[in-house]
C-alpha cells in the first residue's frame, strides 16, 4: 500500500487549496482561536511575574531579582563570544561647525566590521561619550536624527559614537549579486545602495531564524557591536574610560535598553521610544522583530520594565512619545512606575526619570535635547538648559519636528566609512550569515558526539524536552479515546461510496480545539490514513482529490488540520508584515517564542492527539498503526512526532520538507521558515537524526525543499 500512496503524492497537485465552505467545521471565532489561546497564557505568565515583583520587599530581594534576570538574558541570547582585537582604524575626517567627525573602521569579531562615525568637540579632551546605537534607518548613522543628536552631544561637550547596526547602513548582509533600484520586498522605496535587497526589518529577522535555531538571538550580534563599541572608546586617550551613556530611539531604543541593562560601563542612559510592556504591545500592535523578542522571557517573568531595573540604580531616562503608534505610551507609564518603585526600594528614587513629548513615534528635538542634558548632567556634572535651535519654534507641530528630524548636516557618501559603501564588498568579510554558519560547523561536532553516548529512549526525551512537546505516550492519552471525550463529528456529507463526518478535536487550557474531515468508506479494509496538509484540510477533500481515492481503496482517512494551519490560521501576516518571508501567523510564532513555546511543539503535540483519535476510531480494541501523510508545514512536526513514538504508525511519507535545519542557517534568504525554527534545536539534533530516530524504511521524503521553499531536484 505504501507504494500506491506515494504514487498520488507525486501526481497530484498537493498546493492547491479547496475554497468549499460546505467542509469548514469551525464557525467559533473563525481565525481568532490560536490568538486567544496564546494571548491567555501570555496574561496569566504577566499576571504571575507583577505578583513576584509586588513582593520585592527589601534591597536584597532587587539585586536577587536583578542577577536572576541578568543571568537568564545572556544566556537565553547564546552568550557572548570572546573578545578579538578590533583592528580599529580611522580612514576619514569631517570637520563641522562645533566638532569634527571620524569615520571609523573597527571588527566587532573577526572579519566583521562595524562602521562608526565618531563626532567630537571641538574643545581639547579628554572627553565623556555617548554611544548611539540606530534604529531601523535604512541609512543607519547617517539618517538626520542620528546626525542630529550626535553633533548636538558633541557641540556640547561629550563626544559620540554612532554607528550602522547589522541590516542598516552601511551593514546590509544579504546583497543582490547585481545592481538594482529598488527594495525587492518594498518597490516603492529607493535602495540605500544598489546591491541592497531587504529593509532592516526583513534583514533582521531573516538572521533571527538561523540564530534561533543556534540557540542564540540576532540581540547578541546588536548588543556585542554595542560592546564593542565601548571597548574601542574607552581605549582611546581622549575618551573619558568612566564616563560612558547610551541613547538610542526606536529599534536604537530597543539596543539601548540591553545594553544598559548588561553592561555596567553605561554610566547613563536615555532609551527612546521602544520603552513599554510587553502587555500592552502585545495588545496593540503585537510582538516586533527578531532581536526584541528573547526566548522564554515572559515566561521566565523578564518584562521590558526589568530591562531599567536590571540597571538600578544607575542614572536612566526613558523618553516617550504621546502619540507613539508602536510603543504605547500607557505601557510606558506603566513601566516608568515599576521602575520607580524599583529605584526607591533601591534608595535611588530620583535616578530614575521619564519624559513624554507630544509627538508621534521618532527621535524628536524635544527627546533629543532632553536625552542630550541628561548626559551632561550624569557625565559632565552640569544641569543646564541647552537648546538644538534657539528660539525654539511654538507652537511646534509635527511639520517642524519632522524637517528638523530628518534634514541632515552630511550626505551619506560623505559619512562613508566602508570602500565601497557596504561592508560584505570588503575582502574577506564574513556576514551574520557566515558566521552563523561556522558556529553550527561546531556545534555539529559537539552535539553528534553527544548524541552518540545516547541510547533511543535518552535521545526521545531530548528531542521532546527541545520542542517542549507536551503529550505523547499512546497508553496514556488514550484513556479517553473511544469514549467520545476527544473528538466528536458536528455534521457530515454523504457522497457516492463514502460519507464526511465534519470533526472537532477537544481542546483543553494550552491546546486547541482542532478540525478534521474524517474519510468514512463503506467498507473498511486497509490501514487508516492521517492527512497533514500544511495549508488547509480541504486541499486534497474535493471529488477527485487524494482524500477521496484513499477512501475508495478502503482506508479510513482524516484530513486534519494542525494549530495555525487552515481554519486556525490567525493570518496576521495580511499586514504584510515581512512581506511574506515569515509565514502566516509570524506574529503567534513569536508570541509562542516569548513564552518559551515553539509551532514545531505545539504542532508535534497535535499530531499525536489527532494519531490518538484516529487510531482507536470506532474499536475499543489494541490501536491500530497509522500511515502518516503531511506536506509543508506540517512535515517537521510530523517527523518529529514520528521520531518520537514510531510504534504508532504504519508508514510516513513527508513532502515539501527542508532536510536540515543546518541548511537554513547557512542561506542568506530563507522564507516561510520561522514556524519551523526550534530554539537551540542545533545543540542537540538536527533534522537528519530524527529520521534514523524514526527509522529509514518507516519514513520516506519526497520533493525536499530549500530554505528558500524551492523544491531540489
Request: net charge neutral; hydrophobic share 35%; aromatic share 8%.
Amino acid at each position: 500500500m505504501r507504494t500506491t500512496i506515494a504514487a498520488f503524492l507525486l501526481c497530484l497537485p498537493l498546493d492547491s487549496v479547496a475554497a468549499d465552505d460546505e467542509l469548514t467545521v469551525l464557525t467559533d471565532a473563525p481565525g481568532k482561536q490560536l490568538e486567544q489561546l496564546l494571548m491567555r497564557e501570555f496574561h496569566s505568565h504577566l499576571d504571575r511575574r507583577l505578583e513576584a515583583y509586588n513582593a520585592l520587599k527589601s534591597r536584597a530581594d532587587c539585586e536577587k531579582w536583578q542577577r536572576e534576570r541578568r543571568k537568564f538574558f545572556i544566556r537565553q541570547i547564546g552568550g557572548f563570544p570572546q573578545r578579538t582585537p578590533l583592528n580599529a582604524k580611522i580612514v576619514g575626517e569631517l570637520k563641522g561647525e562645533g566638532y569634527r567627525v571620524e569615520k571609523i573602521l573597527f571588527e566587532s569579531r573577526p572579519g566583521h566590521h562595524v562602521t562608526v562615525n565618531l563626532y567630537l568637540p571641538d574643545a581639547k579632551g579628554p572627553y565623556p561619550a555617548v554611544l548611539v546605537p540606530c534604529g531601523h534607518s535604512r541609512n543607519g548613522k547617517a539618517a538626520g536624527h542620528y546626525q542630529r543628536v550626535s553633533s548636538l552631544l558633541a557641540k556640547n561637550g561629550i563626544a559620540a559614537l554612532c554607528y550602522d547596526p547589522i541590516g542598516q547602513g552601511e551593514r546590509y548582509q544579504c546583497l543582490a549579486d547585481s545592481d538594482q533600484t529598488h527594495y525587492r520586498t518594498a518597490p516603492q522605496h529607493k535602495v540605500v545602495h544598489p546591491r541592497v535587497q531587504f529593509l532592516p526589518t526583513i534583514e533582521h529577522t531573516t538572521m533571527g531564524v538561523g540564530s534561533i535555531l543556534l540557540g542564540s538571538n540576532v540581540a547578541q550580534y546588536r548588543i556585542w557591536d554595542g560592546i564593542r563599541a565601548i571597548d574601542y572608546l574607552q581605549s582611546r586617550k581622549d575618551i573619558i574610560a568612566d564616563k560612558i551613556g547610551c541613547t538610542g530611539n526606536s529599534g536604537g531604543g530597543t539596543i539601548t535598553a540591553y545594553l544598559m541593562a548588561l553592561d555596567d560601563r553605561i554610566v547613563a542612559a536615555a532609551p527612546a521610544c521602544y520603552l513599554t510592556t510587553f502587555r500592552r504591545l502585545i495588545e496593540t500592535v503585537g510582538a516586533q522583530d527578531a532581536e526584541q523578542n528573547i526566548f522564554g522571557q515572559i515566561a521566565f517573568g523578564m518584562d521590558e520594565p526589568d530591562y531599567v531595573m536590571m540597571r538600578a540604580p544607575k542614572p536612566t531616562l526613558i523618553c516617550a512619545a504621546t502619540r507613539d503608534v508602536t510603543f504605547d505610551i500607557g505601557g510606558t507609564w506603566d513601566l516608568f512606575r515599576q521602575s520607580k518603585r524599583f529605584y526607591t526600594r533601591m534608595g535611588y528614587a530620583e535616578r530614575v526619570d521619564m519624559i513624554e513629548a507630544d509627538a508621534r513615534h521618532g527621535f524628536t528635538i524635544l527627546l533629543r535635547t532632553a536625552s542630550v542634558r541628561f548626559m551632561r548632567r550624569w557625565l559632565l556634572g552640569k544641569d543646564d538648559v541647552i537648546h538644538e535651535i534657539n528660539p525654539l519654534p511654538d507652537p511646534l507641530t509635527d511639520e517642524v519636528m519632522r524637517e528638523h528630524q530628518y534634514t541632515a548636516d552630511w550626505t551619506d557618501e560623505q559619512l562613508q566609512c566602508s570602500p565601497d559603501g557596504q561592508v560584505m564588498l570588503m575582502k574577506g568579510e564574513r556576514s551574520v550569515f557566515d558566521i552563523n554558519a561556522g558556529i553550527e560547523r561546531k556545534l555539529r561536532e559537539e552535539r553528534e558526539a553527544a548524541w552518540e553516548k545516547l541510547n533511543a529512549d535518552q535521545r526521545r526525551e531530548l528531542v521532546r524536552k527541545t520542542i517542549g512537546c507536551r503529550t505523547g505516550t499512546l497508553a496514556r492519552l488514550n484513556r479517553n479515546i473511544g469514549t467520545g471525550k476527544s473528538a466528536r463529528p458536528t455534521d457530515a456529507i454523504q457522497r457516492k461510496d463514502y460519507r464526511i463526518e465534519k470533526t472537532i478535536l477537544a481542546g483543553n487550557e494550552d491546546q486547541l480545539a482542532l478540525p478534521g474531515l474524517l474519510f468514512i468508506p463503506a467498507t473498511v479494509s486497509k490501514p487508516p490514513v492521517l492527512y497533514l496538509h500544511g495549508e488547509s484540510m480541504k486541499a486534497e477533500a474535493q471529488p477527485g482529490g487524494l482524500c477521496e481515492q484513499l477512501t475508495k481503496q478502503g482506508h479510513l482517512v482524516l484530513s486534519a488540520e494542525l494549530s495555525g494551519i487552515g481554519e486556525t490560521e490567525t493570518g496576521y501576516d495580511k499586514r504584510d508584515y515581512g512581506r511574506g518571508l515569515f509565514g502566516r501567523d509570524s506574529q503567534e510564532i513569536y508570541l509562542a517564542y516569548l513564552m518559551g513555546r515553539s509551532f514545531v511543539g505545539m504542532r508535534t503535540d497535535d499530531v499525536f492527539r489527532w494519531s490518538d483519535y484516529l487510531s482507536r476510531h470506532g474499536s475499543n480494541e489494541k490501536p491500530l498503526s497509522i500511515q502518516l501523510i503531511a506536506t509543508g508545514e506540517a512535515a517537521v512536526p510530523a517527523l518529529h512526532a514520528a521520531s518520537l513514538e514510531p510504534s504508532r504508525f504504519e508508514s510516513v511519507r513527508l513532502k515539501g520538507m527542508i532536510r536540515s535545519w543546518a541548511e537554513v542557517v547557512a542561506a542568506s534568504e530563507n522564507k516561510n521558515q520561522l514556524v519551523n525554527a526550534v530554539h537551540g534545536a542545533l545543540r542537540h539534533y538536527d533534522l537528519p537524526e530524527l529520521i534514523e530516530l524514526a527509522g529509514k524504511a518507516l519514513v520516506k521524503i519526497e520533493g525536499p525543499v530549500d530554505a528558500f521553499g524551492k523544491e531540489i531536484n
